[in-house]
């Protein structure tokens, strides 16, 4: 695995889910059942380097965008595997070379568990936060993973949100 560091401040952007719009930096939603990189259960913050990519994430084939909260995050994270490097050999193991598998066909529709969750596990395993990979759904995009349990120490993300415009709790969402 290649590592790199995402310097202070670096900007970062998520499409969210309107009900998930308090709980911006949270991860839950992924650990509901899982996702591309964490299997469920596994709290785990999908973040795109720039703003389209956000978008095109959260409406993936869809020829509509859904509702959603648009937010703009700063970080600070060390130790994260660079995915992008895939292509410059060793030392990556050879079950890097399956992420791109459709995670969602393996899992729901022929319930088997994605390699990719294995990848995730992997990541945990040797302590560090996260993996930056290329978007499947915007060319030359770029995602984050980040594992909720590895941000500590200089490892840091905060929603970008200063005029407390973010609901507070999910009461303004339940139907």
């Keep these: 695995?290649?590592?790199?560091?995402?310097?202070?401040?670096?900007p970062l952007f998520r499409a969210h889910t309107p009900q998930w719009a308090s709980r911006p930096t949270s991860g839950a939603g992924a650990a509901l059942r899982g996702g591309r990189f964490n299997r469920e259960g596994v709290e785990a913050?999908?973040?795109?380097?720039?703003?389209?990519t956000?978008?095109?994430?959260?409406?993936?084939?869809s020829p509509f965008l859904?509702?959603?909260t648009l937010c703009s995050y700063?970080?600070?994270?060390?130790?994260l595997v660079d995915l992008r490097q895939l292509h410059r050999?060793?030392?990556?193991?050879d079950l890097w070379h399956d992420w791109r598998e459709d995670?969602?066909?393996?899992?729901?529709d022929l319930h088997i568990e994605p390699p990719t969750w294995v990848l995730g596990d992997m990541v945990l395993a040797r302590g560090y936060v996260g993996i930056l990979f290329p978007s499947h759904v915007?060319?030359?995009?770029?995602?984050?993973?980040?594992?909720?349990?590895?941000?500590?120490?200089?490892?840091s993300i905060e929603v970008y949100d200063p005029d407390g415009r973010l609901p507070r709790d999910p009461s303004s969402w339940q139907r």
Excluded at 1 to 10: C, F, Q, S
Excluded at 45 to 52: A, R, T
Excluded at 54 to 61: D, F, G, N, V
């Design 66 to 68: 859904p509702p959603c």
């Design 103 to 108: 995670w969602r066909h393996l899992k729901f």
């Design 45 to 52: 913050l999908y973040l795109s380097l720039d703003e389209v």
């Design 138 to 155: 915007n060319d030359g995009g770029s995602n984050v993973v980040i594992f909720a349990e590895q941000l500590r120490g200089v490892n």
């Design 74 to 79: 700063t970080a600070t994270l060390q130790q």
């Design 54 to 61: 956000a978008l095109r994430e959260y409406q993936q084939t």
């Design 89 to 93: 050999g060793a030392p990556w193991d």
């Design 1 to 10: 695995m290649i590592l790199v560091d995402l310097p202070p401040g670096t």
